[in-house]
């Protein structure tokens, strides 16, 4: 075996190893990976989104993006599931919509396969909307502005302070 020979393998099974260790970091080892924030800001912007029934007294809706394939997504089901029964055994319901850039019968799909009950499920540009990761989720009042928004799978202070928000906009 040449010495170029040789090099190029030494050159590649490196490479390689690297490319295993970073695979599994990223698989087994990403407890500060979630980012906390994505793109532009949500609050105080308005989310227009065609077909969403916002409340017509003043309160607050929940609004959550999201891809099917999304792994972040997935895990946050149980979390959603959990706002989801709060919120309907509320005196007044806080509205929950689902919108991704998916079509809406695999959004559907999606969300019947978790045994949510959404008030809407929506197809929407995420650029329009300025959502730049998912999942997304934020609290909007009754004209659409956005007034906390959560990015990632949320820590448990997060999904804490959110249900806090369910149950008083409830009351």
């Given at each position: 075996m040449?010495?170029?020979?040789?090099?190029?393998?030494?050159s590649l099974i490196i490479v390689s190893l690297?490319?295993?260790a970073a695979l599994v970091r990223h698989e087994f080892f990403q407890t500060s990976s979630v980012p906390?924030?994505?793109g532009p800001?949500?609050?105080?912007r308005r989310l227009a989104v065609p077909g969403m029934n916002l409340p017509k007294n003043p309160g607050l809706a929940l609004v959550v993006a999201v891809n099917s394939d999304c792994h972040f997504c997935i895990?946050?089901?149980p979390f959603y599931r959990e706002v989801d029964r709060q919120r309907r055994i509320a005196r007044t319901p806080v509205p929950?919509?689902?919108v991704s850039a998916e079509p809406v019968e695999r959004l559907r799909a999606f969300v019947d396969g978790a045994e949510l009950s959404p008030d809407g499920i929506i197809s929407v540009d995420f650029r329009a909307l300025g959502v730049s990761a998912?999942?997304?989720?934020a609290v909007i009042d009754s004209a659409g502005i956005v007034k906390q928004a959560f990015y990632g799978k949320l820590s448990e202070q997060d999904a804490r302070e959110l249900l806090t928000v369910v149950n008083k906009a409830a009351l």
């Amino acid at each position: 075996m040449s010495k170029l020979e040789r090099t190029t393998h030494i050159s590649l099974i490196i490479v390689s190893l690297a490319g295993l260790a970073a695979l599994v970091r990223h698989e087994f080892f990403q407890t500060s990976s979630v980012p906390r924030r994505s793109g532009p800001e949500l609050v105080g912007r308005r989310l227009a989104v065609p077909g969403m029934n916002l409340p017509k007294n003043p309160g607050l809706a929940l609004v959550v993006a999201v891809n099917s394939d999304c792994h972040f997504c997935i895990e946050s089901l149980p979390f959603y599931r959990e706002v989801d029964r709060q919120r309907r055994i509320a005196r007044t319901p806080v509205p929950l919509f689902f919108v991704s850039a998916e079509p809406v019968e695999r959004l559907r799909a999606f969300v019947d396969g978790a045994e949510l009950s959404p008030d809407g499920i929506i197809s929407v540009d995420f650029r329009a909307l300025g959502v730049s990761a998912t999942p997304t989720l934020a609290v909007i009042d009754s004209a659409g502005i956005v007034k906390q928004a959560f990015y990632g799978k949320l820590s448990e202070q997060d999904a804490r302070e959110l249900l806090t928000v369910v149950n008083k906009a409830a009351l």
